[in-house]
């Protein structure tokens, strides 16, 4: 049974920091591109992508969060974390991992991620 499941979120001020952490199992998680989503609070357009990273551990970010946010994993512990520094309002969201190789996607059930100012 496939399982992401994140964990890390709360209630931080502005130009806090808190960790992200999705830990995996149920599939070769070295074999997937790993990445963080973010839907936030009555957005209807849907999920952005925040960071990804790749089986080779190339990353990239979300222009938003490029030298705040930084996105890592570790493949002996099945985990993805995401590391975020000077946290803005504007981040509060429900943050997904999410877990992608070809045409299949793995999406966790969120952590909520609260800014305030």
């Known amino acids: 049974q496939v399982q992401l499941v994140e964990s890390g979120g709360g209630l931080v001020q502005a130009g806090g920091s808190l960790r992200l952490s999705c830990a995996a199992s149920g599939f070769t998680f070295s074999n997937y591109d790993m990445a963080w989503y973010r839907q936030a609070p009555g957005n209807g357009r849907g999920r952005e992508l925040v960071a990804r990273i790749t089986i080779s551990g190339t990353t990239n970010q979300a222009d938003s969060v490029v030298g705040r946010f930084t996105i890592s994993r570790v493949n002996a512990e099945n985990t993805v974390y995401l590391q975020m520094n000077s946290l803005k309002p504007e981040d509060t969201a429900v943050y997904y991992c999410?877990?992608?190789?070809?045409?299949?996607?793995?999406w966790g059930k969120g952590t909520l991620v609260t800014v305030s100012s």
């Open positions: 999410n877990a992608w190789r070809a045409a299949i996607q793995y």
